[in-house]
């Protein structure tokens, strides 16, 4: 099984067992009930709160989608329900949070985003049994660790699957598109300085690069890798440092609060580089991003997911998303979390 992506053969596999009562699946999902409810643990508020938003906006569209399509006929059109929560951008909330939608009737998990949110709300879904299907969370630790449990026989049942890349998967295709772009551009770029944030994401994330760099051994060296806090309110230190280290290329792996500060901190410093490339962050394409940073995020780049806008379905789902949104675009926040419900009607 590959522990960084939704098997659907594995996730149907412990549903129709658990409906034949074999296993553990939610007893009142084998009652057939009028009403399914999902729990969603979203930031809210606090520094992440437009990510959050964004992800309960997109699951609520596809929970609207499944419902006016007839809901889920092989439970009786069985009708779904989002049950939504705030985890405040803090991991113990989080916890709490989903233990308290839990209790509430939730019988099925979704969002977190966070990557150490996800973590700690990954041997919660194990622990209660319930179906946890993560939507946004690059950190491979949380599905790997419980894929590698079920296959040494730790535990009878895997509850927690994702439907994102993991920070393996974006660290070789960042250290690829580099390649490809330099290539292109006939440029060849020598030194690259790596900031990130020192958290859960930014850590697995600067380590999957490094050693994608490593194995590839494109031509580039990174020369430094400069951590900072997951919540700096001040990034001149390390930007100080980062031009420093003369580098043709800044790589940053950033949240959005920091990627606002990094950006003008750059540009305050005079930092003089080839480009800014980012093996994978969502601090860098967030609508609140764009619109503030202006001018100053012309011609960053970003190794990321998007929504597949050549799909007449996503220009339908992206259109009413904007105009609920008061023009957010349909981006990675909220076209993940309508595809993780998605995958939760079709599996059901």
């Known amino acids: 099984m590959d522990s960084s992506r ?27 009930p009028r009403t399914i409810k999902i729990a969603m643990v979203e930031p809210l508020t606090g520094p992440m709160a437009d990510v959050g938003q964004d992800s309960r906006l997109g699951a609520q569209l596809a ?47 979704t969002g977190g985003f966070h990557s150490a949110h996800v973590a700690t709300l990954t041997p919660l879904a194990q622990q209660r049994r319930i179906p946890y299907v993560i939507d946004i969370s690059a950190a491979d630790q949380p599905t790997a660790n419980i894929a590698k449990s079920v296959r040494e026989g730790q535990q009878k049942v895997q509850y927690v699957y994702r439907i ?60 430094e890798t400069i951590p ?44 003089e580089v080839m480009g800014v490339i980012s093996p994978g962050a969502p601090g860098l394409y967030e609508t609140r991003q764009i619109q503030q940073l202006k001018e100053l995020i012309e011609y960053v780049m970003d190794a990321t997911v998007y929504a597949n806008y050549r799909k007449p379905e996503t220009q339908k789902v992206a259109a009413e998303y904007a105009k609920r949104s008061g023009g957010r675009n349909f981006d990675a926040s909220g076209s993940y979390s309508y595809d993780a419900i998605q995958v939760i009607a079709d599996v059901l």
Do not use: C, H, W
Not at 65 to 93: P, W, Y
């Open 6 to 32: 939704l098997d659907r053969r594995d996730f149907l596999r412990a549903a129709t067992a658990a409906s034949l009562g074999v296993g553990a699946f939610p007893a009142v999902l084998r009652a057939q």
């Open 63 to 109: 929970i609207e989608a499944v419902n006016a399509a007839g809901g889920i006929k092989s439970l009786g059109s069985a009708r779904l329900e989002l049950l939504v929560a705030d985890s405040q951008t803090k991991v113990d909330a989080a916890r709490a949070e989903a233990e308290r939608l839990i209790n509430g009737g939730a019988q099925l998990l």
């Open 164 to 223: 994102f890349p993991g920070t393996a998967t974006f660290g070789r295709n960042a250290v690829r598109f580099m390649t490809e772009v330099f290539k292109e551009a006939g440029v060849s770029p020598k030194r690259i300085v790596v900031l990130y944030s020192n958290d859960l994401f930014g850590k697995t994330q600067t380590e999957s690069f490094l050693n994608a760099q490593k194995v590839a051994n494109p031509g580039f060296e990174v020369v």
């Open 228 to 271: 900072y806090p997951e919540n700096a309110a001040d990034l001149s230190t390390e930007v100080s440092r980062a031009k420093a280290a003369k580098p043709d290329i800044i790589a940053p792996v950033t949240r959005p609060a920091t990627a606002i500060l990094l950006l003008e901190e750059l540009a305050k410093q005079r930092v």
